[in-house]
C-alpha cells in the first residue's frame, strides 16, 4: 500500500522556537518523489520541497530544513526560530503513478 | 513559469443546480491534470485524473455522473459538479502536470470553494 502518515494533527508553539514536522511514508516503488507542500489559511498550495528517492542527501532553505532517511521511511521538516507567518497546514505527499498522494496535514500554530 | 488559474475561487449555488470549475494552465502545456477534494481541516483527496482527448479515470468511490471532467484542449480542464447537494460544499483544487515548472512536475491551481445552499 501507498501512503503516508503523519501523526502530529495540530502543533503549537511560541514564536522562535524551532519545530519539527514528522512524515513517515509507505511504498513499493524503488523511484518515487516525497514533496511538502504549505497550506495557509487562503487555500492553496505552496510548494515547498520535492526529493527524489534516490537522493537522501539533507536539504536547507533558509530556516526550512528536511531529512530524508529511507532506512525509517520518513522524510521530516524542521522550521527553524519559528515565526507567525508560518502558521498554516503543512502536508507532506508521495507521488505514485503520476498521482500525488498527501498525507492528512499537521496543523501548525505559532504563537507570537 | 508554470502557472496554474482556476476559476472560479468561491461560488455559492443552488441545491439542484450545477457549477462548473475551470482549470487552465497558462504558460504550458498540460496533457495531463489532477482534481481533489478537501474538506474542511481534511486532507486532499485525489479525485481523478484527466488526460487530454480521453476519458478521465475516477478514483474509487467518486461518482463520476456527479463529477464530470471534461479536458478538451490541452491547458484547459473543467469538473462539473451536477444537480450540487449540500454535500458537495468542499474545497477543489485542481493540479496540472508539468515538466521543469516550479512545482517539479506538478503546479496547483489556487482552489475553489463551493458552497452549496
Known amino acids: 500500500a501507498q501512503k503516508v502518515t503523519q501523526a502530529q494533527t495540530e502543533i503549537s508553539v511560541v514564536e522562535k522556537e524551532d519545530v519539527t514536522l514528522d512524515c513517515v511514508y509507505e511504498?513499493?516503488?524503488?523511484?518515487?518523489?516525497l514533496f511538502w507542500y504549505k497550506q495557509p489559511p487562503s487555500g492553496e498550495l505552496v510548494f515547498l520541497i520535492r526529493?527524489?528517492?534516490?537522493?537522501?542527501q539533507n536539504e536547507i532553505s533558509g530556516r526550512y530544513s528536511w531529512n530524508f532517511q529511507k532506512s525509517t521511511s520518513s522524510f521530516n521538516f524542521t522550521i527553524t526560530a519559528s515565526q507567525v507567518v508560518d502558521s498554516a497546514v503543512y502536508f507532506c505527499?508521495?507521488?505514485?503513478?503520476?498521482?500525488?498522494?498527501f498525507g492528512k496535514g499537521t496543523r501548525l500554530h505559532i504563537l507570537p | 513559469g508554470a502557472v496554474v488559474s482556476q476559476h472560479p475561487s468561491r461560488v455559492i449555488c443552488k441545491s439542484g443546480t450545477s457549477v462548473k470549475i475551470e482549470c487552465r494552465s497558462l504558460?504550458?502545456?498540460?496533457?495531463?491534470m489532477f482534481w481533489y477534494r478537501q474538506f474542511p481541516k481534511k486532507s486532499l483527496m485525489l479525485m481523478a485524473t484527466?488526460?487530454?482527448?480521453?476519458?478521465?479515470?475516477?478514483e474509487q468511490g467518486v461518482e463520476k455522473d456527479k463529477f464530470l471532467i471534461n479536458h478538451a484542449s490541452l491547458t484547459l480542464s473543467t469538473l462539473t459538479v451536477t444537480s450540487a447537494h449540500p454535500e458537495d460544499s468542499s474545497f477543489y483544487i485542481c493540479?496540472?502536470?508539468?515538466?521543469?515548472?516550479?512545482?517539479?512536475?506538478?503546479?496547483f491551481g489556487s482552489g475553489t470553494r463551493l458552497t452549496v445552499v
Open positions: 493540479s496540472a502536470r508539468d515538466y521543469g515548472g516550479r512545482g517539479y512536475g506538478y503546479t
Open positions: 511504498t513499493r516503488d524503488t523511484t518515487y518523489y
Open positions: 526529493r527524489n528517492s534516490f537522493d537522501e
Open positions: 505527499a508521495l507521488s505514485r503513478d503520476d498521482k500525488i498522494i
Open positions: 504558460d504550458f502545456q498540460a496533457t495531463t
Open positions: 484527466s488526460n487530454e482527448g480521453s476519458k478521465a479515470t475516477y
